[in-house]
């Protein structure tokens, strides 16, 4: 990477902003190879993905405030797994998922401790029902319930993925723009989730 940085010139012409779509592509071509593709497949994807981190590391390095490299990003991501994990590195207890979970919530949490909202550190730049998903979790470690619908009630995740799909085919004939209606309706469920956050501030004062 670092010879590919100091010798090419379309690679010198290249910052972080620059990198984001090419990493988006990646990231959706590994979730490709995992769900779709062969062993090859995946190998090949995880390598390309890696030369996203590689890259983004090499552009840092050369940063003149604040550089670093792709030692300094793994040495970050030790301590941080190593913290993560005290059931496996300090001697703490953990038989089930659920204890395991329990370690790194707690590490997290104390990691985080300046966040102020649970939805801190949630990129709104994923994709809509990913940020559903995650969104909604949030949402109900404050009490905020996402809505209900009559639609809404499959019993297996195929028969999910077929009402996901009709409801953007409703939308679609309608004229709609379903990931546009997700966006904005998480808009408001986060909105509401701070609003609830205020509230229980408020009352402990």
């Known amino acids: 990477m670092r010879a590919v940085r100091e010798r090419c010139v379309w690679t010198q012409s290249i910052d972080h902003r620059d990198l984001v779509p090419y990493l988006v592509e990646e990231s959706a071509e590994v979730i490709d190879a995992v769900e779709a593709g062969t062993r090859a497949d995946l190998r090949e994807e995880l390598g390309d993905l890696l030369w996203q981190v590689l890259f983004h590391a090499e552009i840092a390095s050369a940063d003149p405030v604040d550089p670093f490299d792709i030692d300094d990003v793994a040495r970050g991501l030790t301590e941080k797994m190593v913290r993560r ?75 999910l993925g ?26 408001a469920l986060s909105a509401e989730v701070r609003e609830a956050e205020t509230s229980a501030q408020t009352g402990r004062g």
């Open 85 to 159: 994990h005290p059931h496996v590195f300090a001697g703490a207890a953990a038989s089930t998922p659920e204890e395991v979970l329990v370690h790194w919530n707690a590490a997290k949490a104390a990691e985080k401790s300046t966040r102020t909202s649970v939805l801190d550190g949630v990129s709104e730049h994923m994709p809509a029902l990913a940020l559903a998903q995650k969104v909604g979790g949030k949402a109900a470690q404050v009490g905020v319930a996402a809505p209900a619908h009559r639609l809404a009630d499959p019993t297996t995740e195929a028969e």
């Open 162 to 187: 077929d009402a996901l799909l009709a409801l953007v085919q409703l939308g679609r004939e309608r004229g709609w723009d379903a990931e546009r209606a997700l966006r904005e309706r998480l808009r």
